[in-house]
């Protein structure tokens, strides 16, 4: 089985993932009875998982650039693990910024 593909496909689905699990909440904060500014307070700690977002879609792109489009490993290898440890460290830190 062809690994880029596949790796590149599991990447978009986790894409969307993590688009869906950063969206999803904040249409519920903003229905709660609470005052305006405890609502921004409790929506910009969700909106950090658009960061991680982005870093995901910039993996995506790494992974599509290295296993599919130029198939070159040396080149695409460094900013590919690079941005799998920022995606990474910025979900874990987003993570705990939530109430």
């Known amino acids: ?12 689905i986790n894409c969307i993932a993590d ?3 950063t969206v999803l909440p904040i249409p519920m904060v903003f229905k709660l009875q609470m005052p ?3 609502r921004a307070a409790v929506i910009v700690p969700f909106s950090l998982g658009f960061v ?9 792109w790494y992974i599509y650039k290295s296993l599919i489009a130029h198939y070159d ?3 695409y290898a460094y900013p590919l693990w ?16 939530v109430p």
């Open 73 to 75: 490993m040396n080149s």
């Open 36 to 38: 305006v500014r405890q």
């Open 82 to 97: 690079i941005s799998a440890v920022v995606e990474i460290d910025l979900g874990v830190v987003s993570s705990f910024s």
């Open 52 to 60: 991680v977002t982005i870093a995901g879609i910039m993996r995506t």
């Open 19 to 21: 688009l869906l699990v």
């Open 1 to 12: 089985m062809d690994e880029g593909p596949v790796t590149l496909a599991a990447r978009v």
